[in-house]
């Protein structure tokens, strides 16, 4: 999310004329009392006769529950589902009252008392007042918990991503992807606006360190974050929804700008900036965040090719996209927000749209827009659709209140080791003369110095407890200095001094922590000098003076210019944001645990250079993948040797398992996975010697081949390859498709809900669905979908914003017909072509 300043402090800034519309005049008026409005501890549940509306029958399929409940909604309900307010600005009797379906907070914005319990209370009454709507729809509550619950005091707060990309741990993301819904889940939220999953290629860029890295197979690789939050399914415990962001190519604009412009081709662009949105569908991520940025000049929230040809489309993305903090603001360049600007962004593909403060002026524009006929009905039931779905699928409508059981895993001693993991393997170890490192515990003094020494909020970055977070202990923790001395105990003396005075030759090493203060977006942008600043190189200078050797560990969201001053520094470490557990960083220093990170950008030799990227041509001070090892030679270089050729069993029409013979790890770091190719493509990456391939075509040629990777990023060769042919399959039952027809009948009529799954390997550019019907039945209406009859034969098409349909995806749609005293099932029903199987 972007822009997020408490809300008092955004209704101060806001514009005193934005457009002069008086409609906004007077909307604005109220949204700015609702801002005193006291939150109400309790309101009346649904209707009692609610409790037999197929909607609420939790042993219906999802698809039929959304149906029933859509044919019940109204204009306002729908285009409340839609909205998004921030919670300073909205009280829990005014979400009853518009019938708002989600509630967020922005950086900084929570309760008075900043605990998991005031959290969840404040949740449970937004969501007492949205169980008093007539038709009793839950909402669901967002929040920026990007690394680790980091909106509520007390969490454990996890590396940012970047260091998290030096790990290159899949595993590991995944995870503390779990730790991070648990403690979500512990303060009573059921939405996070995470993870990001930009490719940063300028250092520039302010929001550097909320990328994996540079290149879009670390990214790609650290979707597993996505199994992490949400689950193996949305209705487990402790699941909450993850977002994709922000899509798409925000890490590449001109400049390293946030909210910039990116130059690209479309050839480029899908390259370097999709894979990772490509992988988190195929993961099941259930929302994605459009970018601020723009396309060659194009605002992305305006973009219906990127967002509905493209994801919705191509990807066959089946979640809802989230519109980021206020901004359709930005689709015209001027301030405020007008009813064209709604149309636009919501034509474009936003099913939710993020209005934190004018929220009521977004209402009144869309319902306007929809009865003008601007926006077809269509569209709003097409992202009512997706937004319920995944509300379905949380379990919000059985289980809609706080689940406080997890309140004990905030900062729990689990967790924080979890973390303190993490910031031990996202060390990256860059100098090391006459082997320095690691540190022996005991023995004379040490001398340690520097602003971020002990400086949990400088270790913590932005997005803790605030937007742009702050210097100082703002966070329980271990700081840097605190797990040094820990670290040595009485085995030796540690001297701290902040600015390095007092430092003399009888110090056996001086360790300089110093690096960037915290800072978030836009913010943290640096147009100019990348170096340390004048208070770091003072410090340094004095510690250099003494003669005694120089360790300097840098706390930094971004590779910083410091090839002036490497030479006079004996080791350098990049310990990147570590977050709340500073011991991890002394677990390497002091060689508990031998530093296995990599670089996941490319270190620049200076300022001038950026952007510079790996394969670029320009020659980087360290380059992309750097990382020493206490021997002073690169950290575990050694792939693992190549696995045996797979072998398959269990070949079917459209699936078959293969199993290969385990490889060795002779490097160090241990293995950790595998790699399955398609076809020379990438499909999959489990951690054992077998894996489960669905999604074939019958009577179709493969060749399948593995390769080993270990925990330092290292692949070997790919196996010998396996050619495999599925079996032929019986077209009558199908094999590139599969279809689930349900019917809610009444006296004279019924509604019709399918659901079609594309199981092929391919995706469809253009989908048509036939059936025929034999006893009359008449189609009359139909949502998400295009349905057309003529006689007795019924073609469905996919809408003209969303016309194919990805391999492996399911799109589904509904209708109502008239019918008359019987309503026999279809015999079949056929896929351009095909014969789809049925269930």
Same mark, same amino acid.
């Given at each position: 999310m972007a822009g997020t300043t408490p809300p008092a402090m955004a209704l101060a800034h806001l514009p005193t004329t934005r457009k002069q519309d008086p409609m906004r005049t007077a909307l604005r008026a109220a949204v700015c009392a609702a801002a005193t409005v006291t939150v109400l501890a309790a309101f009346g549940p649904p209707p009692a006769s609610a409790a037999a509306l197929p909607y609420q029958d939790p042993a219906l399929p999802v698809a039929q529950r959304v149906t029933d409940l859509l044919a019940r909604m109204t204009l306002d309900d729908k285009i409340g589902q839609m909205t998004q307010a921030e919670r300073g600005v909205i009280s829990p009797a005014q979400l009853t009252q518009y019938r708002v379906g989600s509630v967020l907070s922005g950086g900084g914005s929570g309760p008075a008392q900043n605990t998991p319990a005031a959290w969840a209370d404040m949740v449970d009454n937004y969501q007492r007042g949205a169980l008093a709507t007539p038709l009793g729809i839950p909402m669901i509550y967002g929040i920026d918990a990007v690394h680790g619950n980091n909106n509520v005091a007390g969490s454990t707060i996890f590396p940012h991503n970047i260091g998290l990309g030096a790990t290159r741990d899949p595993a590991l993301a995944q995870r503390i992807g779990r730790a991070t819904a648990e403690e979500v889940t512990g303060a009573g939220q059921d939405w996070t606006f995470a993870p990001c999953l930009c490719v940063a290629r300028n250092d520039r860029w302010g929001r550097t360190y909320e990328s994996f890295g540079e290149q879009p197979e670390i990214a790609t690789a650290m979707t597993t974050v996505v199994d992490g939050l949400q689950g193996t399914a949305l209705n487990g415990p402790a699941s909450v929804l993850a977002t994709a962001k922000h899509y798409l190519g925000d890490g590449g604009t001109t400049g390293g700008t946030d909210q910039g412009n990116t130059q690209l081709s479309e050839a480029e662009l899908r390259a370097v900036h999709l894979p990772p949105f490509t992988a988190a569908v195929r993961r099941g991520v259930g929302s994605v965040m459009i970018s601020f940025s723009s396309w060659n000049g194009a605002k992305l929230h305006g973009s219906k090719y990127l967002i509905t040809d493209l994801l919705k489309g191509e990807l066959g993305f089946t979640g809802f996209t989230v519109s980021d903090w206020a901004a359709i603001d930005q689709l015209d360049g001027q301030p405020g927000f007008t009813q064209a600007e709604v149309v636009t962004a919501v034509n474009a593909g936003l099913d939710m749209l993020m209005v934190p403060v004018d929220w009521q002026l977004f209402l009144g524009y869309l319902r306007a827009a929809v009865q003008a006929g601007q926006i077809p009905m269509a569209r709003i039931d097409d992202a009512n659709r997706r937004i319920l779905t995944k509300k379905f699928e949380l379990g919000l409508f059985e289980h809609p209140y706080a689940d406080r059981t997890y309140a004990s895993t905030i900062g729990s001693a689990a967790h924080r080791a979890l973390a303190r993991e993490a910031v031990r393997k996202s060390q990256v170890l860059l100098k090391n003369a006459g082997g320095v490192l690691p540190l022996a515990k005991s023995g004379g003094k040490l001398f340690v110095a520097g602003k971020s020494a002990d400086d949990l909020g400088n270790q913590s970055g932005g997005w803790t407890l605030t937007w742009q977070g702050a210097s100082g202990n703002t966070v329980p923790g271990t700081s840097i200095l605190q797990g040094i001395r820990t670290a040595v105990g009485s085995n030796a003396t540690?001297?701290?001094?902040?600015?390095?005075?007092?430092?003399?030759?009888?110090?056996?090493?001086?360790?300089?922590?110093?690096?960037?203060?915290?800072?978030?977006? *836009?913010?943290?942008?640096?147009?100019?000098?990348?170096?340390?600043?004048?208070?770091?190189?003072?410090?340094?200078?004095?510690?250099?003076?003494?003669?005694?050797?120089?360790?300097?560990?840098? $706390?930094?969201?971004?590779?910083?210019? $410091?090839?002036?001053?490497?030479?006079?520094?004996? !080791?350098?470490?990049?310990?990147?944001?570590?977050?709340?557990?500073?011991? *991890?960083?002394?677990?390497?220093? %002091?060689?508990?645990? !031998?530093? &296995?990170?990599?670089?996941?950008?490319?270190?620049?030799?200076?300022?001038?250079?950026?952007?510079?990227?790996? #394969?670029? #041509?320009?020659?980087?001070? %360290?380059? +992309?993948?750097?990382?020493?090892?206490? !021997?002073?030679?690169?950290?575990? /270089?050694? =792939?693992?040797?190549?696995?045996?050729?797979?072998?398959?069993?269990?070949?079917?029409?459209?699936?078959?398992?293969?199993?290969?013979? =385990?490889?060795?790890? /002779?490097? #160090?770091?241990?293995?950790?996975?595998?790699? $399955? +190719?398609?076809?020379?493509?990438?499909? #999959?990456?489990?951690?054992?010697?077998?894996?489960?391939?669905?999604?074939?075509?019958? !009577?179709?040629?493969?060749? %399948? @081949?593995?390769? =080993?990777?270990? =925990?330092?990023?290292?692949?070997?060769?790919?196996?010998?390859?396996?050619?495999?042919?599925?079996?032929?399959?019986?077209?009558?039952?199908?094999?590139?498709?599969?279809?689930?027809? @349900?019917?809610?009948?009444?006296?004279?009529? %019924? &509604?019709? &809900? $399918?659901?079609?799954?594309?199981?092929? &390997?391919?995706?469809v550019p253009t989908w048509s669905l036939q059936w025929s019907y034999t006893a009359g039945q008449q189609v009359t209406q139909a949502w998400s979908a295009r349905v057309t009859q003529a006689g007795a034969a019924v073609t469905a098409t996919g809408e003209t914003w969303s016309p194919g349909l990805a391999a492996g995806a399911t799109v589904t749609f509904g209708f109502n017909a008239s019918r008359g005293s019987t309503n026999p099932r279809p015999a079949a029903f056929v896929l351009n072509g095909v014969t789809c199987a049925t269930a």
């Open positions: 540690v001297t701290y001094q902040r600015d390095g005075t007092g430092i003399d030759s009888s110090y056996r090493a001086a360790i300089a922590v110093v690096g960037e203060t915290p800072y978030a977006e *836009g913010e943290g942008d640096r147009p100019g000098s990348m170096s340390l600043d004048a208070t770091d190189l003072a410090t340094l200078s004095r510690l250099r003076a003494s003669g005694v050797p120089v360790i300097v560990v840098l $706390v930094s969201g971004r590779p910083l210019d $410091v090839a002036a001053e490497l030479p006079n520094w004996n !080791a350098l470490v990049a310990a990147w944001l570590p977050g709340s557990e500073g011991a *991890g960083v002394a677990d390497v220093l %002091f060689g508990d645990y !031998a530093p &296995t990170g990599k670089l996941p950008v490319t270190w620049m030799q200076s300022a001038g250079q950026q952007p510079i990227n790996d #394969g670029d #041509g320009k020659t980087p001070l %360290f380059p +992309y993948g750097f990382g020493l090892t206490y !021997a002073g030679t690169p950290a575990d /270089t050694t =792939a693992p040797s190549v696995p045996g050729a797979p072998v398959a069993a269990a070949v079917t029409a459209t699936g078959l398992t293969l199993s290969w013979s =385990a490889a060795t790890d /002779t490097g #160090g770091s241990g293995l950790a996975g595998y790699d $399955v +190719y398609r076809d020379g493509t990438l499909i #999959g990456s489990p951690t054992a010697a077998s894996y489960a391939v669905t999604g074939l075509s019958p !009577a179709t040629r493969y060749e %399948f @081949s593995v390769a =080993a990777r270990d =925990a330092a990023g290292n692949r070997s060769a790919r196996s010998a390859a396996l050619a495999v042919t599925t079996a032929a399959g019986d077209t009558s039952t199908g094999g590139s498709c599969r279809v689930s027809y @349900s019917t809610n009948d009444w006296s004279t009529g %019924f &509604t019709g &809900t $399918v659901a079609l799954t594309n199981t092929g &390997t391919a995706a």
